[in-house]
């Protein structure tokens, strides 16, 4: 039978999909695809935007572990709606930390820095001032985002946290359009994409035949609040640090510490990979962040105790990082050979 050049193409485009999918679903959508079309177009037409736009939709799904998906893709999936939902904590928390933080400083400063701090929602006007309030309160909507996902309202979560990274993009505009050094513009960029990329993983994972988003052992509400506090801390201890990479340290050693905790006392209860791999994954994100910062203090010729401190973070984080990789590949090759 000969193939038509319109049976090509949407047979090129559904190799977007995994191969156990595409084996059992492909000659049926493709039937599907060019039911009444007329022969005469069959070498002339092309698969519709809409149409690959749902292909690459269904691609994302059952990448994922969607129901009957081969266990590598379940625990891919898993990875990434843990990931997501971390990252997303992560954000909340660091949003109403620095909101927290910068308007106790702006209380208790002097008189001569706390018009300086306020000048910036005044110095241009109504539209520039609206524009710096917008920045400052968007973060919270990470929190929104975070409180919607554990409730499993998902599109909500989605849309808050999309409207939580905009800030990034607008930093990335006004830094590269305004002629900064490259470690600004480097910063900006860097902060944004991971921004972005919770953003991305959080659309990806919790499609509509994902898993509900679950927080063993705790309340999402403890758990946000145990790490505002942990940020917190990490900030009051080191003041003159406090950066996203300094505060988004802390709460992940403690994390990562306490898993490794429990898998020391009680393997069973650890044996899931996609946990560590999730972890391994935040850690270096936040390790990210914290070298860029380290970079920033080197070349402000910082107290030498702030960029030792820096520094050690930076080489604990890498650490647990590695030993996360490695636990989680380690228990995903022990589920294959059990599998």
């Given amino acids: 039978m000969t193939t038509t050049l319109l049976e090509r193409r949407y ?3 559904l190799r977007l999909l995994p191969s156990y999918y595409r084996a059992e679903r492909e000659e049926e959508m493709v039937e599907a695809y060019l039911h009444g079309v007329d022969e005469r177009d069959l070498d002339e037409l092309r698969p519709a935007w809409g149409e690959v736009a749902s292909v690459a939709a269904l691609a994302v799904r059952t990448r994922m572990g969607t129901a009957g998906a081969p266990a590598r893709y379940a625990t891919l999936g898993a990875v990434v709606r843990r990931f997501a939902l971390l990252s997303v904590l992560l954000q909340a928390a660091s949003g109403l930390t620095g909101l927290a933080f910068f308007l106790a400083w702006v209380q208790g400063a002097p008189a001569r820095d706390r018009e300086l701090a306020l000048s910036r929602f005044t110095a241009h006007g109504a539209p520039g001032g609206l524009y710096e309030i917008v920045c400052r309160l968007l973060p919270l909507a990470w929190t929104v985002s975070y409180l ?6 998902r599109r909500t979560a989605f849309a808050f946290a999309a409207l939580a990274a ?13 002629g900064q050094d490259t470690l600004v513009s480097s910063f900006s960029l860097t902060t944004a994409a991971l921004s972005w990329l919770t953003v991305l993983a959080l659309c990806c994972g919790y499609h509509r035949d994902a898993p509900p988003a679950r927080l063993p052992l705790a309340s999402p509400g403890l758990v946000l609040l145990g790490t505002c506090v942990l940020m917190g801390a990490a900030t009051v201890v080191w003041p003159g640090n406090a950066d996203p990479g300094w505060a988004g340290g802390a709460p992940f050693i403690v994390g ?17 990979p996609a946990l560590p791999l999730a972890l391994a994954a935040l850690g270096l994100t936040t390790l990210v962040e914290r070298t860029l910062s380290l970079a920033f203090l080197a070349e402000g010729n910082m107290p030498g105790a702030l960029v030792t401190a820096a520094t050690v973070q930076a080489t604990v984080l890498a650490a647990l990082a590695a030993v996360l990789a490695a636990a989680g590949t380690r228990g995903l090759t022990a589920r294959r050979a059990t599998g």
Avoid: I
């Avoid at 919607?148 to 309202?153: E, F, G, I, V, Y």
């Avoid at 990562?256 to 899931?272: H, I, M, Q």
């Fill in 166 to 178: 905009l800030p990034g993009l607008a930093s990335v505009a006004q830094h590269l359009g305004g």
């Fill in 11 to 13: 047979r090129t485009v």
């Fill in 256 to 272: 990562a510490a306490g898993w490794l905790l429990v898998r020391l006392r009680s393997p069973e209860r650890a044996a899931d």
């Fill in 148 to 153: 919607a996902l554990l409730r499993d309202r």
